[in-house]
């Protein structure tokens, strides 16, 4: 389906990639994993054509459709949700405006009605007829409500806006469908029916970058590995890869140490025996040897991972946080009622429970963003709270550099302290001067990381903090969270996370809350309300 013949792609003397070589078949899904900055979203642009190629080719069957989720959610704001949905049928989607626009006229010439019979005929070729239907089954299953679908899309947040952007990729049924982090601001249903959609309904060719380990594990039947300047293929699922990569990479280790070996014995052969008459010719022979020998090359792999690290301008009281009978109502439906609980300095809280509990509501309301309907949450004694939003928007929403930004949250901080922190989160010298309205998902939150280094509170909020990280750094940040030694409110759908990290855990409920001081096997084993395995999660919806 797609024949990628000796592709390279760098930018001035950066090389991202190079002679890249592969055969992309139908029916299977590629998962393109890398570091940060190594090309993933690159390669994706190369294969949507937006992006021209240093040098090599992309061969791609004419009429073949190329799907991509873009993340232009301000696009269509006036736009039914709906329409914007069979969008990704462009040529159906005019044919249904024209038709719309004929069908207003009062009388219909006969030029107008032979128009009309042929934007029918469009229509019909595009499965036009069933559209509406098909697309309110892509928005159901993204967890898009129905009674949105004939709104304007402005009235989603941003959030949603992209699962209508990703219904709308769906919706095209292309032939090579490409996805950039399409589980980021989906919940665990929609990502348990996107995972099940794309392997029943999707028969071309996919290719998705996805730092969610569970859904690569779950989807992929391949995986394109972008690292040491070169993108390979392996065969299996994300743990599979991890294993090859991994046997490859000690067997190369082996056959180093091995001619290394070889090759220090052979030294001291000849030092010993090159002055000797009767053994400098095999003194001379092993020499020669020596220098006919190669060592197995073992390339620098392009991964890096952040260097977190959050520390406390000083301690807080022993009580960090009282909540008392605390409710919060939208449109007099209450979130959540009547919360009650106490947190002690030094604890890790996971906020764990299903879709629209009120997890993240009632992070806003502790931090006074939310106003609640009753009760209150008092913080203790010298409490400094540093927050990681959902939203990176809320933080980053106006034109600035990375530097300046940081600068500008961070007067307190030298100028040394503020690069030492953007360098840590891996902003080279030419990184920190990007504008903040231009980073990537990952890049926006390792320099929001970088601001609450800066901060060093006692009291770390999260909210989502692996929404957009790699693999690499989801390891590096839950390392870094278990060694800090202030307090931890987080919510989070990562069950890897969750487990390394938290030692207690509150599940919110339409009951109220189940209160466990431990980590979240003991708490499995004790309550089995695993909220964070989208097969349990499955089962309590049916």
């Not at 008092?378 to 939203?391: L, M, N, R």
Request: aromatic letters at 10%; charged letters at 25%.
């Amino acid at each position: 389906m797609a024949c990628i013949n000796q592709l390279s792609m760098h930018y001035g003397s950066r090389l991202l990639f190079d002679e890249v070589n592969l055969n992309l078949l139908s029916g299977n899904r590629y998962g393109l994993v890398g570091a940060n900055g190594a090309g993933k979203s690159t390669f994706l642009k190369l294969m949507a054509a937006e992006e021209l190629p240093s040098l090599g080719e992309i061969i791609i069957p004419n009429q073949s459709r190329i799907g991509w989720l873009r993340q232009d959610q301000f696009k269509y704001q006036d736009e039914p949700v709906i329409e914007v949905v069979i969008r990704g049928k462009f040529k159906l989607w005019e044919a249904r405006q024209e038709k719309a626009e004929l069908l207003k006229q009062e009388t219909l010439d006969e030029k107008s009605g032979f128009r009309l019979a042929a934007l029918e005929e469009v229509i019909g070729r595009y499965q036009g007829y069933t559209a509406e239907t098909f697309a309110q089954t892509l928005l159901v299953g993204l967890g898009v409500k129905s009674a949105y679908h004939y709104q304007p899309l402005s009235t989603l947040s941003g959030g949603f806006k992209l699962r209508v952007l990703l219904a709308q990729a769906l919706f095209e049924e292309p032939d090579i469908l490409l996805l950039d982090e399409p589980t980021n601001h989906l919940d665990i249903m929609s990502i348990t029916w996107l995972e099940i959609y794309l392997k029943t309904e999707f028969q071309g060719v996919l290719i998705f970058i996805s730092h969610d380990q569970e859904f690569l594990n779950n989807l992929s039947t391949h995986i394109l590995d972008i690292d040491y300047g070169e993108i390979r293929e392996y065969v299996g699922n994300y743990d599979q890869y991890i294993n090859h990569k991994t046997l490859i990479s000690d067997q190369k280790l082996h056959e180093r140490q091995s001619v290394e070996k070889k090759i220090d014995k052979l030294k001291i052969f000849v030092e010993r025996f090159r002055a000797s008459a009767s053994r400098s010719k095999q003194a001379l022979s092993r020499e020669k040897m020596i220098e006919k020998m190669e060592l197995p090359d073992i390339k620098k792999s392009s991964r890096q991972s952040p260097n977190f690290q959050f520390i406390k301008k000083r301690p807080s009281g022993k009580s960090v946080l009282e909540v008392e009978n605390l409710s919060k109502q939208f449109n007099e439906h209450y979130v959540f009622n009547r919360l009650s609980f106490k947190v002690a300095r030094g604890e890790k809280v996971a906020l764990i429970g299903h879709n629209g509990i009120g997890k993240s509501t009632l992070l806003k309301v502790l931090l006074n963003k939310h106003i609640p309907d009753t009760g209150k949450a008092t913080w203790g004694h010298e409490v400094q709270v540093a927050y990681f939003a959902q939203d990176h928007h809320e933080q980053l929403n106006h034109d600035a550099k990375a530097i300046d930004w940081l600068t500008e949250e961070s007067l307190q901080e030298t100028s040394e302290n503020i690069r030492k922190a953007l360098g840590m989160v891996l902003f080279t010298k030419d990184d920190v001067y990007k504008s903040i309205l231009t980073l990537s998902g990952g890049e926006a939150a390792r320099l929001l990381f970088a601001h609450m280094m800066l901060q060093k509170g006692n009291v770390l909020i999260l909210d989502e903090p692996t929404n957009h990280l790699d693999i690499d750094a989801k390891e590096a940040l839950a390392m870094s969270l278990k060694k800090y030694d202030g307090t931890i409110l987080f919510v989070s759908h990562d069950r890897h996370f969750v487990a390394g990290v938290a030692t207690r855990i509150i599940a919110l409920t339409e009951k109220g809350i189940t209160d466990f001081h431990g980590n979240y096997s003991n708490y499995l084993l004790k309550y089995g309300q695993d909220y964070l395995n989208r097969s349990w999660m499955a089962a309590q919806e049916t």
